[in-house]
């Protein structure tokens, strides 16, 4: 690797391997500044990052030609300021499809896809390293930044992610996987004591981050707020040190979320390289300056000047290879018109189709009445660090109308003029939220009378009633009516709509345009159609569109469970205790996470993990089991059997035997999306099984346990079409 450092005398080219060379020309300020940010730009009175509105930046060393580094959000696309003072031009980023949606694709080549774009836009905008994926766990469906994490399953989750970062890092960028480690919830996330087993925390919340840096080698890895047993993650030194590199081979550099942790010198210790923003007395009297409290305990005898010159090494080494270093000559024009197409597609293959009674897709000539503020005010995605500024946003009413649909245009324009007139009033103006988003409260749902909506009904053959739901950053969802459960208001609404359109034989179709799981099973019966959108980002009111009139048959997945109550929910102890300002959280479900927890012990949920239903059918036959080497190889095959064409993800779950440690009822160890497949095709599937990805944390190593495996392949967790066996004759153990 070649680096050009512009030396007074010239610029001199250097070899990665003589990094040290530089290390040894900085001073102890210089060291303890390269590993600290600058500061928060744009606040506190901190001057503008060069890309406005990208999260932080990192010190230059003008005399040694080191130049500062960009650093900037981007889950569901990259997150900058659009408008500049002073400047004409606009800077939009691509809002993609959150991040539950992009796991609902199942599909990794879609998840590179999106990486390669985002990776694009950071590059294009000047940005060098890309703050995602976000990639926590689904701990319990009430944490608020849900819909920026992938899945309630490690595997899935890590390979979402791996396949993103690689996407991203393919365009000279930096991926940044988030937020290490067990960081799931937003209720007091920079304080919270997260109290989980060693095994929870190595087979569930530590799994996905395993697989992705083994698999896609990101650049970078962001400590979380949260303490782990105790010890803050920034200050973690077993879990930034000796799981991440000792047992992970992690390579890249650890930066710390924004203000994490409480003491600088045991961040640096820990093996958190760099420190964000920087400056953090900025926001607590409790704090001091970072690069004096590095320099201090450097002088006096706390803090070796050997860990220090780790930490500068471990962030130039990757540095090294950023667009800044390279003397890249940004252009602020990203193909913005084919990121469209990408963001079209990926949210596309989300769409989940929970309930289908013969009604969807729609033909053009079915009249539709579209009900709900959610049309209108269309929920691109969630708020904070998530957000995003694109060029448009496409709401579910523009949606159908631009493709077409035929839908009740004075209906369309009470619903306009009722927003209108709402919004204009103090109780529902819309407000600025904590990093400039706009925040809306939610407005009435029931406001039409029985006349209006018989008349509606007689007119018209569908009724679409669009129900949105809207998290973030900094605060978790509640298990309320208007949240979790429909306010009195929107199932007050339903009902009527389903009693009056159903009178006059026209049909009910719910559209949920949610970024987390909400109540369902209560009301499901009185529709006919329920289909799952998310939040799809720009493209949001397409996607719908033409998944009502089938253009898109719908091939996601669930990639987290919907239970039919809170009350089913096994993270009975979220967000913590004491209930009135949490400090500490057990995570008493252990490893029962998710379908974990329903299927082993016999709970129903609303709708399984991996459920998803679609347009056409398909049959799974001719399972095939291969022992080769330490794995197992799953072949079978997948028909499409119904009368149009799709798309199937294939989910392979083994059930272990019983022995000496306790096992879930079944583990998903992998799926297969299929390509779209015609009428009658079939598709030849092969899925291989590591052994060593069978195995259980026994408190000191991976045991793979003697025994029979059950090999289920399905459609998703409880629908199982095909099953298989395997014995493994003598246990192994594997080093973590």
Not at 485 to 508: A, C, M, N, P
Request: charge should be negative.
């Amino acid at each position: 690797m070649l680096l050009c450092l512009d030396l007074s005398e010239g610029c001199v080219l250097l070899e990665e391997a003589r990094i040290d060379e530089i290390i040894y020309m900085m001073d102890l300020e210089e060291k303890a500044r390269f590993i600290v940010g600058v500061g928060l730009p744009g606040w506190f009175g901190n001057p503008h990052s060069r890309v406005q509105g990208a999260a932080g930046e990192t010190h230059p060393i003008e005399r040694l030609g080191i130049p500062s580094v960009v650093l900037a959000d981007g889950p569901a696309g990259l997150r900058i300021n659009p408008i500049r003072e002073g400047d004409e031009k606009r800077y939009h980023a691509t809002a993609f499809p959150v991040a539950v949606m992009l796991a609902s694709t199942w599909n990794r080549d879609i998840l590179e896809a999106v990486g390669r774009a985002m990776g694009e836009e950071a590059r294009e905008y000047g940005v060098d390293i890309l703050l995602a994926p976000a990639m926590n766990i689904h701990r319990n469906p009430l944490c608020g930044r849900n819909f920026e994490y992938y899945s309630e399953d490690p595997l899935l989750t890590g390979e979402m992610a791996a396949s993103f970062v690689r996407g991203v890092q393919s365009q000279g960028v930096g991926a940044c996987l988030k937020h290490f480690a067990a960081n799931n919830q937003e209720t007091n996330r920079m304080l919270i004591d997260t109290i989980v087993s060693e095994r929870a925390l190595r087979e569930i919340y530590l799994k996905g981050f395993e697989i992705a840096v083994r698999k896609s080698k990101p650049w970078v890895v962001m400590s979380a707020y949260n303490k782990l047993r105790g010890v803050y993650c920034s200050q973690n030194e077993w879990l930034l040190t000796q799981v991440l590199r000792k047992e992970w081979g992690f390579d890249g550099f650890v930066v710390s979320d924004w203000y994490a942790g409480d003491d600088p010198v045991e961040q640096v210790k820990a093996g958190n390289d760099l420190i964000m923003p920087g400056k953090a007395y900025q926001i607590s009297s409790k704090r001091r300056d970072e690069v004096e409290e590095i320099v201090e305990a450097v002088r006096d005898g706390r803090l070796s000047v050997e860990i220090l010159d780790r930490n500068v090494r471990n962030i130039l080494r990757i540095l090294v290879n950023s667009p800044s270093f390279r003397g890249y000559r940004y252009s602020n024009t990203p193909n913005l018109d084919e990121h469209a197409r990408i963001a079209y597609d990926a949210g596309a293959e989300g769409v989940i189709l929970l309930k289908n009674d013969g009604i969807l897709p729609l033909s053009l000539d079915r009249r539709i009445a579209v009900f709900g503020t959610g049309q209108i005010e269309t929920i691109k995605g969630g708020t904070g660090s998530g957000d995003t500024h694109p060029r448009y946003i496409i709401s579910i009413i523009d949606g159908m109308r631009e493709r077409g649909l035929r839908i009740d245009e004075e209906l369309a324009d009470t619903y306009r003029r009722y927003v209108d007139a709402m919004r204009g009033m103090d109780e529902y103006r819309i407000r600025t939220g904590l990093f400039g988003e706009p925040r809306a409260p939610s407005l009435p749902q029931d406001f039409l009378s029985d006349a209006e909506l018989d008349r509606f009904a007689k007119r018209n053959d569908v009724a679409v009633l669009v129900i949105s739901r809207i998290s973030g950053e900094g605060y978790d969802r509640k298990p309320e009516k208007g949240d979790f459960y429909l306010s009195d208001d929107e199932r007050s609404l339903l009902e009527k709509i389903s009693r009056i359109f159903h009178r006059y034989g026209g049909k009910v179709v719910a559209v949920l345009n949610i970024g987390s799981p909400i109540e369902i099973a209560s009301w499901r019966d009185l529709v006919d159609g329920i289909l799952l959108v998310w939040q799809a980002g720009q493209e949001t009111g397409r996607i719908v569109a033409d998944t009502l009139i089938g253009v898109v048959n719908p091939s996601g997945k669930l990639p987290v469970t919907f239970p039919r109550s809170y009350d089913d929910v096994p993270s009975w102890s979220f967000p913590g205790e004491p209930r009135d300002n949490p400090q500490r959280v057990v995570y008493e479900e252990d490893i029962y996470v998710g379908y974990r927890y329903y299927d082993t012990f016999g709970v129903d949920p609303a709708y399984e993990f991996g459920f998803g239903l679609s347009y056409t059918t398909f049959e799974y036959r001719s399972l095939e089991l291969e022992r080769i080497g330490e794995s197992v190889r799953v072949r079978f095959e997948v028909e499409n059997t119904g009368g149009i064409p799709g798309k199937e993800v294939a989910q392979v779950y083994v059930k272990a035997p019983k022995g000496r440690i306790d096992k879930p009822f079944q583990e998903l160890k992998g799926f297969h999306k299929t390509r779209l497949l015609k009428p009658g095709e079939v598709e030849r599937v092969e899925v291989e099984l590591d052994f060593r990805s069978l195995a259980s944390f026994d408190g000191e190593k991976w045991l793979l346990e003697k025994g029979e495996y059950e090999v289920r392949v399905g459609s998703s967790s409880r629908d199982i079409r095909l099953i298989g066996r395997f014995t493994i004759e003598e246990e192994r153990r594997y080093d973590p």
